[in-house]
Every structure is written in C-alpha cells, then in structure tokens.
C-alpha cells in the first residue's frame, strides 16, 4: 500500500489532536515488501513542566518533545526502530502486546543483550495485529519508566470503521516533592502491598488537559495506562461512550465504561459520541477510591455532525489462534506472598527485596541467572492457565508474545475478551487460553511494576 496524502492528513490532524508532535509513521517508503526506514527512538533525559512549581529534572522519554511520544505501524506491514541509548543507564524496548517474534521482545538476558549509553539495537518487526499498545523499557523498569519512559503505539488498520477524530492518552503518575523534583520511586513497605503510588497524576503530562472534538461526531479515544502502580476505573461522563477494545482486541460486546477497572500496562480504547452543543464539554473519569479524578475533558466545536454510535461498524478481530479446550492441556499458577529472600542483583536494577511468587517461586526477571520456565509448551498445542490470586492484592498479570483468551472466572461474568494482561482480583480463579504458537521465553509478570520486580515474575519456554 501507499503511504497516500489522504492518510499522512489523518495521521497528522490526529496527531494534533492529540497534541502529540512527536508521532511519527515509521514506513514511509512506498512498497509495503520494502525495508523501511528505521525510526530512531533515543532515550533522553530532558527538563518537562509537570507541576506548578517549576521544570522537573530527569524526565525521560524517547526523542526530546515535551510530550510523551506516539509510534503509529500498519496491521502486518514491517515496522523498524534503532533504539539508540542516551541516558546513563542500560536500556530495551519492550513492545507490550504486540506479538513480536522473541528476539525482538526487549526482555535483557533471556532474549536480547541490554544496551548501554551510547549504543543501539535494531528492532523489526511486522505487528500482527491491529489496535492500541505501547512500549516501554525493560531493564531498571522501575527507575526509567517511573520517569516516564513509555510511549503509546498505534497500530492502524486500513479496514477499520471511520471516525471524525482520534484521541491518543498516555495515563501516568509521578512520584514528585514538593519541588516538583523526583522523591524516591518505591517505599518496601508499600511494595509489599498494594505498590507506591504516584503524587502527581496526569494525562499526556497534563494535569487534566482538554481537548477539542467535533460537535456531534465520533470520537476513537485510545488510554494506556502507562503508570507503574495504579489500577483505574474508567466512566465516561457527558456523553454517550462505548468500549469497543481492550487490550488492543476488539470487545465480543460493546458496553459503556461504568467504572471498568482496568491495571498497569492496559489499553482501553473508547467510542465516545460527542453532544451536539458546541462548547458541551465530556469528561474522562477515573473513579476508583474515595478521591474520583477527571483526567482529561473533550470540547464539542463546531457544528453537529449528527452521528449515530449505533451506525459504527465493528472492528475486525486480530488473528489469533483459536484454544482446542478438548486437548488444552492445563497450567496450574498460584499468585502468592512469599518470605524466601533471593538476592538478585543485575545490571537492569535490583529492588533488595522479594515480596512475592508465581508458584511458591520469586523471581525479578531481568536477571544474568534465569530461573527454570514455569512450563516447557509444546510449538502450536494449546493450554488452558489456571490462575488463582492468593494474595489480597489485585494483580495486571502480563504475558508476553501471545495473546491469551479469558474463558472463565470464579468470581464474575467475563466477556470471552482476548488479552495480553489480565488484571485478578483478591481470592478470583481465572482460567486463560492460549495456543502456543510463538517459539522462545515468554515472560509472564505482573505490571504492578514493584511486585514484577520482587518476586512476582516467570516465564514460559516454547519450544
Ligand atoms: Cu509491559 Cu514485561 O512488560
Ligand atoms: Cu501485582
């Protein structure tokens, strides 16, 4: 396909809307079989202004905008990134939920050498599937992404349903003083429980920003929740909103986000219908706790476009194999608290702590002496995981390299949603199918970034 005129309008009037100029299309060559130019992603330590009292020094991001980035690939066209390190600090890109073939997964050690200031790795890929990731380092996870290293990926897919404007969010919280400076990123006490939250919470780095929407149209609004702790419940207030994915998959059923919860590391992408007032305004909700925070608004411009959210076709399914549940083999995983101290230092960051395990076995990835796989599959069989949470926590537990289906639970009624991160509730049984069709080490973890890296953390090796 051609990277025509009409789709750059798109990409860039998206972009601004957004207020993102540093997206950026990683193909524009013209042949789809051709390599494309690598886009550079460089990991820089800048100066943004994240609260009233000033710049916050040692933000980190990936190029120098103000703004956190948006890589947008083509459903099945090849993709290329050299991630050039500039900080002071060994670094990977993890490509989270994009079924990447395993040397390209970012996981330092099991598959990738970790790469050092002033060196690069090529990524190349091409995403199988269609919808909203995003990507983030994984070495010293805490540390970089806790300083906003994290950017949102858009995969496009030229099929999809048209809609008058699209909205990138990037969700995340910072851990800052009163000065607007970085305090330290975890408290052991809390990273035994719950995780250390954030002081500062924000979207796109703003504190609520608006942004404008046709009157009356469509709007795709597309959240990563890209903060290292903290579990949201998604409402929509002032219009009429649709869940149309999660997780990059389209939703079997659509339904209005009425407090969806949704962890670290998860994408919601939202249908929102904007009132035909021009200068009514909707509003983004997150209202878990006892403290509801709106984290960004939309203003209705212009004149009606008169849309219907029932006139929106659907979204195609990704390409992921169907689970064979008569030959499914099952994976029995218990989410634990573990006292065990092992001692893991590494290069990609030790917290001194473990805190947890994946069955009785605490693990903080990242680290020069893997410990044994979880499980050994067998290339193309599939399996049924059997995840029970024995801890009072929830936990955005994540696999890497293959997309789960949620089948059942013992605590809820759950759309049959494929995923790659599933977030368990306290005392809930959760049975996930896969088929294993991606060879190599696949690391599972939860996303609750300070548990991944006490403990709760393993892996499947597919052979
Ligand atoms: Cu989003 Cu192993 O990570
Ligand atoms: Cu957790």
Redesign the pocket.
């Known amino acids: 396909t051609v990277f025509t005129r009409r789709n750059l309008l798109k990409a860039t009037a998206a972009a601004s809307l957004a207020g993102i100029g540093a997206s950026t299309a990683g193909r524009l060559t013209g042949l789809a079989a051709a390599k494309p130019e690598p886009l550079v992603l460089k990991t820089v330590s800048i100066e943004a202004k994240l609260t009233e009292a000033g710049p916050t020094k040692n933000v980190l991001t990936y190029g120098a905008a103000g703004t956190p980035p948006v890589v947008r690939m083509r459903k099945g066209e090849p993709f290329a990134a050299r991630l050039v390190n500039g900080i002071d600090d060994p670094t990977t890109i993890h490509w989270h939920g994009i079924r990447v073939p395993n040397k390209m997964d970012g996981v330092p050690f099991l598959v990738q050498p970790y790469v050092y200031q002033g060196d690069h790795f090529d990524y190349a890929f091409s995403p199988p599937d269609a919808g909203t990731f995003w990507y983030h380092p994984h070495c010293n996870t805490l540390e970089q992404m806790g300083h906003g290293l994290t950017g949102v990926i858009v995969v496009e897919n030229p099929n999809d349903p048209v809609f008058d404007s699209e909205l990138v969010i990037n969700l995340r919280d910072w851990r800052l003083g009163d000065d607007g400076q970085f305090i330290e990123s975890f408290r052991p006490r809390d990273a035994a429980r719950g995780?250390t939250y954030g002081t500062v919470r924000t979207a796109n780095w703003l504190d609520q920003p608006q942004y404008d929407a046709p009157a009356g149209g469509l709007v795709r609004l597309r959240a990563a929740i890209t903060d290292v702790t903290r579990i949201y419940a998604f409402r929509v207030d002032g219009a009429e909103a649709a869940v149309i994915a999660i997780d990059g998959n389209p939703v079997p059923q659509r339904f209005a986000p009425d407090a969806l919860q949704l962890g670290p590391g998860q994408r919601l992408e939202l249908a929102v219908r904007m009132p035909d007032d021009e200068g009514a305004i909707v509003s983004l909700r997150d209202v878990r706790g006892t403290k509801p925070k709106v984290l960004a608004t939309l203003r209705a411009v212009g004149k009606s476009l008169k849309r219907d959210l029932r006139d929106l076709g659907s979204l195609e399914a990704n390409p992921v194999a169907e689970v064979d549940l008569a030959s499914a083999k099952r994976i029995p995983l218990a989410?634990s608290a573990t006292a065990e101290n092992v001692s893991a230092d590494s290069i990609c960051g030790s917290l001194g702590y473990s805190f947890?395990a994946i069955n009785k076995v605490p693990w903080p990835g990242d680290t020069p002496d893997p410990t044994a796989p979880l499980a050994e599959l067998n290339l193309g069989k599939s399996y049924i995981i059997d995840m029970e949470n024995l801890t009072p926590?929830?936990?955005?537990?994540h696999l890497h390299g293959m997309s789960f289906k949620v089948l059942s639970s013992s605590t809820r009624q759950v759309q049959p949603l494929v995923s790659d991160t599933y977030l368990i509730q306290p005392d809930e049984k959760v049975q996930l199918g896969f088929v294993a069709d991606n060879p190599g080490d696949w690391l599972l973890h939860?996303?609750?970034i300070e548990?991944?890296k006490t403990g709760?953390t393993s892996y499947f090796r597919v052979v």
């Open positions: 995780g989410l947890w926590h929830s936990h955005p537990i939860c996303h609750i548990h991944q709760m």
